[in-house]
């Protein structure tokens, strides 16, 4: 998938919009968006600009290397293979690794442009309980969280260990946003975090 066409879809999924419906929206047919999500036609910036704006959306270009919440998200529900949810596989673990690991590393301004967008829903409630863990984590010390993080979707009913080895005391050893999303996870298995 190309840059444009993970923009244009992590956008319109995030918005709950289908493409036929970004296609009236846009002023164009739904194949053309098919075609930049699919990246078989890679639109010029101001094509990508407009179909952005159609759902309330803004291109803007960060100073980061890191990726965004909603990428982290997209990508694993794009490598979900059916059948197995993502919370048992290594790859959707390795992601959510590198989301933790770029909030760590940016300063708090990235932090809050990284995690701004509405990640789309990955398919796996544990996982998009996981990234919205992550995302509180870090931003919950500067009061800074974004709106998406309200939505009950993203709190488990039932608690997850994704670590099968986990001591007998992963509660005292989780941070308080994993917690309150019941996700049980060693502040040490995040990485940097």
Do not use: N
Request: proline share 7%.
């Amino acid at each position: 998938m190309s840059v444009a066409g993970t923009l244009l879809r992590q956008a319109r999924l995030a918005e709950g919009v289908s493409c036929r419906g970004l296609a009236r929206r846009a002023e164009t047919v739904p194949s053309r968006i098919s075609e930049i999500e699919r990246a078989v036609h890679d639109p010029g910036v101001s094509t990508l600009d407009h179909s952005l704006g159609a759902l309330g959306w803004q291109l803007t270009a960060v100073p980061t290397r890191y990726p965004t919440a909603a990428a982290v998200a997209l990508a694993i529900r794009d490598s979900a293979v059916l059948g197995i949810p993502a919370s048992e596989t290594d790859s959707a673990f390795r992601a959510l690794l590198s989301l933790a690991d770029g909030l760590s590393a940016s300063d708090a301004s990235s932090r809050v442009v990284l995690c701004f967008a509405t990640p789309p829903l990955t398919g796996d409630e544990r996982i998009d309980a996981a990234i919205a863990a992550i995302v509180e984590h870090f931003l919950e010390v500067r009061g800074l969280l974004p709106e998406w993080l309200k939505a009950t979707e993203r709190v488990l009913d039932e608690p997850w260990i994704p670590d099968p080895y986990a001591s007998a005391t992963i509660a005292d050893e989780t941070p308080p946003a994993f917690r309150r999303r019941g996700v049980f996870l060693a502040r040490s298995e995040l990485g940097s975090v």
